[in-house]
């Protein structure tokens, strides 16, 4: 085949791929024995490119019969994905547990900067109130100080939204999946929430 020919059979393809496909689907119902029958046309007609005089025509025909050989394929002999063979999991519904966080993370938006940045570093980064002194340029009297004003403002603002905070378990998960520096993500946080 001549790069010409290549390119025209680019071209047509290019122009004709979209119609091929919807022409195969209304043939066979299939969109995925559709996509096949475009993909087995289009490899018999490469070939076959240089003696076509009109190969919108011959491609239009042999898309309905490979659509119609698709449908009448017997289905030992049809390809089956991976999925067909693989049981349904079933997972618990993360709705309620997002609603959760979603609950938390607009509480902790409602108490003010420095005790959210107190309670962030302290109870989402893991850091002992020296640290999180030392991080902030403060003394650590101001960090407790300011720690026990947030949660007391955060346990406010969640009460608002009818959840209990329990600090004991807040601080236990979120040490445990962050850690010193780490980068958890809300889920801690949402584990120590109580409704």
Not at 127 to 150: F, N, Y
Not at 156 to 180: H, K
Request: proline share 4%; charged share 30%.
């Amino acid at each position: 085949m001549t790069p010409d020919d290549q390119e025209r059979f680019r071209e047509f393809v290019a122009s004709r791929m979209a119609s091929l496909r919807n022409l195969a689907f209304v043939t066979c119902g299939n969109w995925h024995a559709a996509e096949d029958a475009v993909a087995n046309t289009l490899a018999k007609l490469y070939p076959r490119w240089h003696k076509l005089d009109r190969p919108d025509l011959y491609a239009q025909t042999m898309v309905v019969r490979a659509a119609i050989d698709e449908t009448r394929r017997p289905w030992w002999r049809r390809e089956r994905s991976a999925g067909d063979t693989m049981p349904d999991v079933e997972l618990a519904d993360p709705s309620g547990a997002t609603d959760e966080r979603l609950r938390v993370r607009a509480a902790l938006q409602s108490v003010p900067a420095r005790q959210r940045a107190v309670l962030v570093l302290r109870y989402y980064l893991g850091m002992s109130g020296e640290e999180a002194a030392e991080a902030l340029g403060v003394r650590a009297a101001t960090v407790r100080s300011q720690t026990s004003r947030g949660l007391d403002s955060l346990r406010a603002a969640l009460a608002a939204g009818g959840v209990v905070l329990d600090e004991q378990e807040l601080g236990g998960a979120i040490n445990a999946d962050a850690g010193r520096g780490g980068h958890g993500d809300a889920r801690p946080t949402a584990a120590a929430v109580r409704r």
